[in-house]
């Protein structure tokens, strides 16, 4: 069966489908928004469910993208797409074959087994579970645990730049820096190598600034004040340069820019 309609496309499973789901978002990302419409069709568990699914979907649908690790149920995918002449993708089972040519060895064929044997996925949730835990000053007795503490005055970034970190499987605090307020006393304890400034252009900060304090209210009416800014930033910097810290600019500067700066820095 033809796809008279293009525009969806299937991401089949017989487990969560992140892998497919992750290559068909990069090929569908190459054409115009609203092209195509994805639907997640996980944990596929036997021949029956898997041919049920299909014949359903393929009455409507216009491509698969799938990943199947049980053998028999990839060749039952195989008979499927011949029979019913739809269009479908085999994201996992080329590149299973190619490895099984290389090595000699057999695939186990083990469903969701990347989430058992890859480390990083345990590091990363519990990064994420860390840097959610200590964000925005929070439990500042576990700063000593942290990978990457990062301080700066408020709209620098810290949160974003944090989680971004922590989904890298960095452990990441993060301190704001206001003038009346003193830093906590553990921040001065800590390895200053792992303590990393953020600052901004003091013109950008408060035109960020500007656009929150509707959300502030009068309690923040020098919030976004230039000389107020300047104020922050510079005993923000006075105290980056007591602690020793490495000091990183964030304006103008996507997330992924800044945080690679910062692993390349632990690199050294």
Same mark, same amino acid.
């Given at each position: ?58 009455? &409507? ?110 452990? &990441? ?31 950008l900060l408060a035109t960020i600034r500007s656009q929150r304090l509707t959300e502030l209210g009068a309690y923040a009416r020098h919030y976004a004040e ?43």
């Open positions: 069966m033809r796809c008279e309609a293009p525009g969806r496309v299937y991401i089949l499973s017989d487990s969560l489908g992140e892998t497919a789901d992750l290559v068909a978002r990069a090929a569908a990302s190459q054409y115009a928004s609203g092209t195509f419409e994805l639907v997640r069709l996980s944990k596929v568990s036997s021949a029956a469910s898997l041919e049920e699914a299909v014949r359903a979907a393929s009455d &409507t649908g216009c491509v698969f993208f799938y990943t199947l690790a049980d053998p028999a149920l990839r060749s039952r995918m195989h008979a499927l797409v011949i029979e019913l002449e739809i269009v479908a993708v085999d994201i996992l089972g080329s590149a299973v074959e190619a490895l099984s040519r290389v090595s000699g060895s057999e695939p186990t064929g083990e469903v969701g087994a990347i989430r058992k044997t890859d480390r990083g996925y345990f590091q990363r949730i519990e990064a994420l579970e860390f840097t959610v835990k200590h964000d925005d000053g929070r439990n500042p007795e576990g700063l000593s645990e942290a990978e990457i503490i990062l301080i700066g005055v408020s709209r620098t970034s810290k949160t974003p730049l944090a989680m971004y970190l922590a989904f890298k499987g960095y452990k &990441t605090a993060n301190i704001p820096l206001m003038t009346e307020v003193e830093p906590p006393a553990e921040l001065f304890r800590v390895d200053s190598r792992k303590v990393f400034g953020l600052t901004s252009d003091p013109e230039r000389e107020a800014v300047l104020r922050e930033l510079e005993s923000a910097r006075a105290l980056m340069r007591q602690l020793g810290c490495i000091v990183i600019r964030t304006d103008n500067r996507a997330v992924e820019e800044t945080a690679q700066e910062i692993i390349r820095y632990l690199g050294k």
